[in-house]
Each structure stands twice: as structure tokens, then as C-alpha cells.
């Protein structure tokens, strides 16, 4: 099971904030995040990022919105961060973006719910549950059922790539 199947949808603050409550009721709390995480000019989706509990480099295979793409993970001691950000720097990679996130992530229907607010980018709403090769489509249909059933449009791919798009050329000061 390497294959992550997600789904996200921009939504409101005030949404952001009924759904915080929903899911505090309705699921299990897992936990409070805050998270810094640099994706690197590379041909691949490359990133690191230091949170609450540890620091991580990630790859993710695919385009970046993709509904389902493979994921290769490891973790390090949170404190590690700049020992990371140093060694990509130093072997001729970039960063192109930084991310400031707060994310609240909850089990929820036996599915992985991410309620989150990102500086400078938006709220947004993300289901997700690991999958093999042979089972994503399924899992991708049954994520969408569990964003109707909570009554949440689906953001359309183009949407997000647009903004998407626009942080990338402008984080710095949607940041600043």
C-alpha cells in the first residue's frame, strides 16, 4: 500500500471552522500540526519539511495534483531540518517555494482527514487514505462520495493548479 489517494477542496474560514468542530465530534483527533515544508526546483517533487514531531524528506512520483501518486518518505529527528536544507542546497538544488502550514488531522470513516490553513495560500479540506496499484480508483471513488456526503464541492484540478501557479511566483509576499 504506497499509493496515496487524495482529494482537496478549497473551502471557507468558516467552514474551515465547522468542519474543525464536526470532526472533533465526529472522528478521532490525531493531532495539531504546524509545518514548514520547502519544495525544491527539481524535475521531480522533492521536498523537506520540519513539523511539530519531526523533520522529513518526501518524494512524491506524478504531477503534483494528481489523484493517486506514489510516495517515498523518510523521516529524521525534528532538529535535523537544517542539516537537510544545507545538503540540498549544497548539491545545486533550489528552493522554489516554502510552505507555512497549520494542520489539524483527524481519523475519520477509516480515512485520513486534514483540515487545513496555509499563510498566504488558503483553507483547505483533504481526504486521503494509502492504496495499492490495484485499488486506487475505488479508493478515489470513495473519497469523493465521503467530500459529498459532507456536503463540500470538489475543487476542480484547474482551480488549484491556477493557484497554485500564482503562490509559487508570489509566496514571498503572500507570506511576507
Known amino acids: 500500500m504506497n499509493i496515496e489517494v487524495e482529494i482537496r477542496s478549497f473551502i471557507t474560514k468558516d467552514k474551515y471552522e465547522e468542519l474543525l468542530e464536526f470532526f472533533k465530534e465526529q472522528g478521532e483527533f490525531?493531532?495539531?500540526d504546524y509545518q514548514v515544508s520547502y519544495y525544491?526546483?527539481?524535475?521531480e517533487d522533492l521536498r523537506i519539511q520540519k513539523n511539530n514531531f519531526f523533520s522529513k524528506v518526501w518524494l512524491k512520483m506524478g504531477k503534483i495534483h494528481?489523484?493517486?501518486?506514489?510516495e517515498v518518505e523518510i523521516k529524521f529527528d525534528k532538529n535535523d531540518f537544517g542539516k537537510l536544507e544545507r545538503l540540498?542546497?549544497?548539491?545545486?538544488f533550489n528552493v522554489e517555494i516554502k510552505w507555512f502550514r497549520k494542520r489539524h488531522t483527524f481519523k475519520w470513516e477509516n480515512i485520513e482527514v486534514m483540515v487545513d490553513h496555509t499563510k498566504g495560500y488558503g483553507y483547505i479540506l483533504e481526504l486521503e487514505k494509502m492504496s495499492?496499484?490495484?485499488?486506487?480508483?475505488?479508493t478515489l471513488v470513495m473519497l469523493k462520495k465521503k467530500l459529498k456526503n459532507l456536503n463540500?464541492?470538489?475543487?476542480?484540478?484547474?482551480e488549484f493548479s491556477n493557484k497554485f501557479d500564482y503562490y509559487k511566483k508570489n509566496w514571498k509576499e503572500?507570506?511576507?
Do not use: A, C, Q, Y
Not at 495499492?132 to 475505488?138: C, D, F, G, I, L
Open 30 to 32: 490525531i493531532n495539531e
Open 40 to 43: 525544491f526546483d527539481t524535475d
Open 66 to 70: 494528481d489523484d493517486h501518486r506514489e
Open 88 to 92: 540540498f542546497l549544497s548539491t545545486g
Open 132 to 138: 495499492s496499484e490495484k485499488e486506487k480508483e475505488k
Open 152 to 158: 463540500i464541492l470538489l475543487t476542480p484540478k484547474k
Open 174 to 176: 503572500l507570506v511576507g
